[in-house]
């Protein structure tokens, strides 16, 4: 399985990239501010898999780390 991946911290202001467009926090979670707070200053992970192994990786996250 090819996978490549890399952690980065999030910063108050950080802009997170997806399929090579940015966004902030509050825009990946549909302007949600609670939410938002509640990730602030955590990790997020950017993780890619090849079109021949997508399907068999899949990650329910809630946001808490265990």
Known sequence: ???SAS???IEEDKILQAKGHN???EALLAGN???A???RNGTFVTTYLSPRDYH???MPCNGYSA
Request: charged letters at 15%; aromatic letters at 22%.
């Open 1 to 3: 399985m090819a996978l």
């Open 7 to 9: 952690w980065v911290k």
């Open 23 to 25: 966004y902030s926090l």
């Open 33 to 35: 501010y609670l939410m």
């Open 37 to 39: 707070d509640l990730f």
């Open 56 to 58: 068999r990786v899949h």
